[in-house]
């Protein structure tokens, strides 16, 4: 194995700790994996949260139950309902999250978004 290989595993998300990550308004509650250049997280989003950030992260970003609205610094806004994903690598956009309702998101990044 190289010091990138994964070896099967099994995640049971109800065991793996829960952090609380205040927006500018709301929270974000974390339950992550963090692997070798690999993070795996099952996030949930309280209704009515707003980063209180622009990201310029690249993320695999798949919506579980709800709704996302993702802004961009430009003010373009997306959203992303719940069975839909978005994708960008690192540095390729600014954005940040937002919520009416409460959302529930697996996200995915890691070092395979660094642009080459």
């Not at 509650?29 to 009515?48: F, H, K």
């Not at 719940?82 to 390729?92: K, Q, R």
């Not at 937002?98 to 529930?104: A, I, Q, R």
Request: aromatic share 8%.
């Amino acid at each position: 194995m190289n010091e990138h290989s994964i070896p099967f595993q099994i995640i049971d998300w109800n065991k793996v700790e829960t952090t609380e990550h205040k927006g500018e308004q709301g929270s974000a509650y974390w339950n992550t994996l963090q692997l070798l250049g690999l993070r795996i997280r099952i996030v949930t989003y309280s209704a009515g949260y707003l980063a209180d950030h622009w990201c310029q992260k690249g993320h695999i970003v798949h919506c579980l139950e709800g709704e996302l609205i993702t802004e961009h610094e430009s003010g373009e806004r997306y959203l992303l309902k719940e069975g839909m994903t978005y994708i960008v690598s690192n540095n390729l956009s600014s954005h940040r999250s937002l919520t009416e309702g409460k959302v529930k998101l697996l996200i995915i990044d890691g070092d395979f978004l660094l642009p080459k």
